[in-house]
């Protein structure tokens, strides 16, 4: 069974400050997709990485696909209050269909 | 267009009721997830479904907890005897069927169960 561990836990920073946070697979993913939960609210896609080594970037937040595939960060550049929330790394079978989520990072960006 | 629909959005019950959590996935989806989410365990995959039909529902807990699919545009998750364990923030979600490279979940605002 895949074990997907994210770090950190908890991340409490200033407005302004740049941030990265993790994940790691026990094993090597077919895919790895980050989400976005605010409070009260589901998950919501972010980002789809797929080739080892892959950088995508969307406005201020940066995605990095460990070559080996077993490993991904996430960079957050000047963050901002609207950065807000539980950051979930999750994997997709080979056949696109099951979905599993790590911890997730809580993060507060603080005004 | 309207995105995934749970109801309620919360519920408050004592031990022992018989609690029924609602979905209403999103139009032409063929795949739909219930996932449980609590800051112990994170967001845990219970079952899902492809066109109606029950693929994984290895996650599901205990006999008490079931789900159905009746329709493509339906789906039911039924706890029967309610415990105070079960609280926890019920996900429903949904996603077109797609590479590894495109799928995508949706999910709903989700239905928060208190159990007294």
């Known amino acids: 069974t895949q074990l997907l561990k994210q770090s950190p836990q908890f991340l409490s920073i200033q407005e302004g400050e740049n941030l990265t946070v993790y994940c790691n697979s026990s094993?090597?993913?077919?895919?790895l997709q980050w989400y976005r939960q605010e409070p009260g609210e589901g998950p919501v896609l972010l980002v789809t990485v797929v080739t080892g080594g892959e950088v995508k970037k969307l406005k201020r937040l940066t995605f990095q696909f460990g070559d080996a595939r077993k490993d991904s960060s996430l960079h957050i550049t000047a963050a901002q209050p609207g950065d807000t929330g539980l950051y979930l790394c999750a994997d997709i079978d080979n056949y696109g269909q099951n979905f599993v989520f790590g911890p997730g990072t809580r993060l507060s960006v603080l005004p | 267009d309207a995105g995934v629909i749970q109801s309620p959005r919360h519920e408050v019950t004592e031990m022992g009721q018989e609690v029924t959590l609602r979905c209403k996935p999103i139009s032409g989806h063929d795949y739909l997830f219930w996932y449980r989410q609590t800051m112990m365990r994170g967001l845990e995959l219970l079952i899902y479904f492809n066109n109606n039909v029950p693929i994984d529902d290895s996650g599901m807990p205990e006999d008490r907890f079931s789900a159905k699919m009746p329709n493509a545009s339906f789906s039911t998750l039924k706890i029967q005897p309610s415990e105070p364990r079960d609280s926890a923030v019920y996900f429903c979600a949904s996603s077109l069927a797609g590479g590894v490279a495109t799928g995508e979940l949706f999910f709903g605002e989700g239905s928060r169960l208190t159990v007294l």
């Open positions: 094993s090597v993913f077919s895919s």
